[in-house]
């Protein structure tokens, strides 16, 4: 079984061959890792033990010659999610008995991927029915009991404008974050002037902030280095970190926005530009910063829903930075505020 052991081991998959009285005759290293030493005394009769159905599929296989296909779950104790195709290979190497050979293909990231849409589809659905029953709601009263009262019509037609500006938003966010992933994997061509893009979003925010009574503070070091990049996404990364800012800072609070270039301590771990926004709101709790960046988690979901928001701004501040090879770094203190940072690479010199 040299040869065998050889064209096994240069597949691309963990691979075993067995015979008909279900003992190992090659096994490739990649099955060997993956499978924690099945090669060794007794690792394959343990296997067979701990994946319902391989060894009937292994008789079968052998005793008719037709292939067969089977899965190994994670719940069996290894790493990783396979489907196993076993085919009757005949004789092999001398041996009188028909070979079976058991190729292992890893369906984890496809499974996890499918799930993920699964409870994508779900979360759009659940974020768009709640505001749809709400206006089907007020559009019934409104044909109904209170189809003569101003007043109630009144406060019910300004409910349904918000649920409306809801939706609107989430759509919006919904097409942003399409266009965002498609492009992910686009090489970035332009430099950007980082300095033009701190304006303009700041400008955008202002009206905001003033409506809320935050005040805007800016510490901008002069003459900031280009960056590569689409000026258009990073001007929505500041505006989604300003707004998230403004929103969930204190009344009559500060946000402060700092951006300077540091040549050493970043986690790009090479000179990056550190654009920073401050907030001095009732900050997060250290267990919910690492789930901040998912589409739709809210820690405050209620609040987040009463102030517009859809659950998708950090998700699609993290996908352009990304794409721009940057980092988010987010610190907070519970009762202190949060403080949010990105950096980002520095274009080459001509």
């Known amino acids: 079984m040299n040869e065998a052991k ?7 998959l963990p691979v ?17 890792h993956a499978f924690d030493g099945i090669g060794h005394e007794g690792g394959f009769a343990d ?5 319902d159905g391989l060894k009937e599929h292994l008789k079968s296989t052998l ?21 196993v195709t076993i085919k009757n290979i005949g004789t092999l190497g001398g041996h009188a008995s028909p070979v079976a050979l058991m190729t292992f293909e890893d369906r984890t990231l496809s499974n996890d991927l499918k799930t993920m849409r699964v409870e994508f589809v779900a979360n759009v659905s659940h974020e768009i029915r ?24 009144t406060r019910f037609l300004d409910l349904m404008g918000r649920e409306v500006t809801r939706m609107t938003n989430l759509v919006s966010d919904l097409l942003s974050l399409s266009q965002v ?3 992910q994997r686009r090489s970035l061509k332009n430099k950007v002037e980082i300095g033009s893009v701190i304006d303009q979003a700041l400008s955008t925010v202002s009206a905001t902030a003033k409506k809320h009574q935050k005040t805007l ?8 280095p280009d960056v590569m990049g689409r000026q258009d996404d990073l001007i929505r990364v500041l505006i989604n970190l300003l707004e998230n800012a403004i929103h969930y800072s204190r009344q009559g609070g500060e946000i402060n926005l700092t951006a300077r270039v540091e040549r050493d301590g970043n986690p790009l771990g090479q000179d990056a530009l550190m654009i920073a926004i401050k907030d001095d709101g009732d900050g997060i709790a250290a267990a919910e910063i690492p789930n901040l960046t998912q589409r739709f988690y809210r820690v405050d979901k209620s609040r987040s829903r009463n102030l517009g928001g859809t659950g998708l701004g950090l998700a699609i501040v993290k996908h352009i930075l990304v794409r721009h090879r940057g980092e988010l770094v987010i610190d907070s203190v519970l009762g202190q505020g949060s403080t949010f940072t990105i950096y980002l690479p520095l274009a080459a010199a001509d």
């Open 217 to 224: 503070i800016a510490d901008i070091a002069p003459k900031l």
């Open 181 to 183: 992933e498609a492009k």
């Open 63 to 83: 005793e008719s010659g037709q292939p067969s296909k089977t899965k190994v779950k994670p719940k069996a104790g290894y790493r990783s999610d396979y489907t």
């Open 130 to 153: 709640s505001p749809l029953t709400a206006i089907s709601g007020f559009v019934e009263t409104l044909q109904g009991p209170a189809v003569e009262d101003v007043a109630v019509r």
């Open 47 to 51: 296997f067979l033990e701990r994946v």
């Open 6 to 12: 050889k064209i096994i081991e240069g597949l691309a």
């Open 16 to 32: 075993i061959a067995v015979n008909a009285n279900l003992e190992i005759l090659a096994v490739n290293s990649l099955a060997d």
